[in-house]
């Protein structure tokens, strides 16, 4: 294949099997140098793009990883999986700005995503704004009742908007208070129920039980996270 490939370069088909055959035999450099001439012969395939930038991102070339997703971008505007990997990888880089920017312009298209509703509400949860970060939360749970991460990140937003509460002096900030607590309990029930094996929603639920002087919930959970 890679004599084939090399006698006739701009054949992107050629060079594509050529990568693919080095990618499952685990050599990687030369993987990822037939999948860059494939790539600068016009390829839009976007898993090429995929591949190219997990191989980047795995040498730690971070800022490589992320022009090529924007490479694949260009050629297949708004494609889910490619959007999915181009705002993991502004996320695990910290270019929080440039994916809230992404998130926001693909939710103009897909308005029913539930991830990028929630990775919408994380981005505005990481600035603070956990008013925001609730309602992008209720809407990805509007899709998916049973979405884990949507229900556990909604709670730490509700603690964190209650502990905030208590901050203020408002008169009634203990009602408010105990509202928003209820709230974060009632989402880590049910993420609980969802995965009954997390070990950090077990432990926020033992938090919420102690503040409330449940000794009996708080003794069930303890002895269910020694178990885990």
């Known amino acids: 294949m ?14 594509l099997n050529t990568a693919i055959c080095a990618l499952n035999i685990q050599s990687y450099d030369e993987s990822l140098t037939y999948f860059k001439r494939a790539k ?3 390829i839009k395939n976007p898993s090429v793009f995929q591949k ?4 980047y991102v795995v040498k730690s070339d971070n800022e490589t990883a992320i022009k090529t997703l924007e490479d694949g ?21 910290e270019n929080y700005s440039k994916a809230q920017g992404l998130i926001e312009n693909n939710l103009k298209v897909e308005k029913g995503n539930k991830l990028l509703y929630f990775l919408y509400g994380y981005l505005q949860q990481v600035g603070g704004n956990n008013a925001t970060a609730i309602l992008a939360y209720d809407k990805a749970l509007s899709t998916d009742q049973n979405y884990f991460d949507a229900l556990y990140q909604l709670s730490l937003a509700y603690i964190n908007t209650a502990n905030e509460t208590l901050r203020k002096s408002d008169a009634d900030k203990t009602e408010k208070y105990k509202g928003l607590i209820n709230r974060a309990q009632f989402a880590l029930q049910r993420a609980n129920e969802i995965n009954p094996n997390d070990k950090k929603t077990v432990q ?21 996270l020694q178990e885990l």
């Open 2 to 15: 890679k004599e084939v490939s090399d006698n006739f370069p701009a054949d992107t088909t050629l060079a």
């Open 40 to 42: 600068e012969n016009g």
């Open 52 to 55: 190219m930038a997990q191989m």
């Open 73 to 93: 971008l260009v050629l297949n505007p708004f494609n889910r999986f490619l959007t999915n990997d181009y705002i993991n990888l502004l996320l695990d880089t």
């Open 204 to 224: 926020l639920l033992i938090d919420i039980y102690n503040k409330k002087g449940a000794t009996n919930k708080v003794q069930e959970l303890n002895r269910k």
